[in-house]
């Protein structure tokens, strides 16, 4: 299970626009339109763009992934995602 301290004490891990790359595999829980619950939204390796940054429960960034290959935005939380704008 990740660290469930609050993430909001320290600034969001990625910037708006940045570029990012899936490390899990996401699915749809219900809070994606127009397909069914289960259904397979992003792939580990799918490359996208923060579009922008937002929180959950006043604990948590969330950020809305703009996976342009596959059409479609999805929230993703921090430890989802890798960095590909600063290098290592």
């Known amino acids: ?42 792939q580990p390796g799918d490359v996208g763009y923060v579009k922008s940054v937002g929180t959950f429960l006043n604990r948590f960034y969330v950020y809305a992934i703009d996976f342009v290959d596959r059409g479609m935005l999805v929230g993703m939380r921090g430890h989802e995602l890798e960095d590909l704008e600063t290098p290592p």
């Open 1 to 42: 299970m990740h660290d469930s301290r609050t993430e909001l004490y320290d600034p969001p891990a990625f910037a708006q626009g940045g570029k990012v790359r899936a490390l899990k595999e996401v699915c749809n829980d219900g809070t994606y339109p127009g397909l069914p619950l289960g259904a397979l939204l992003i």
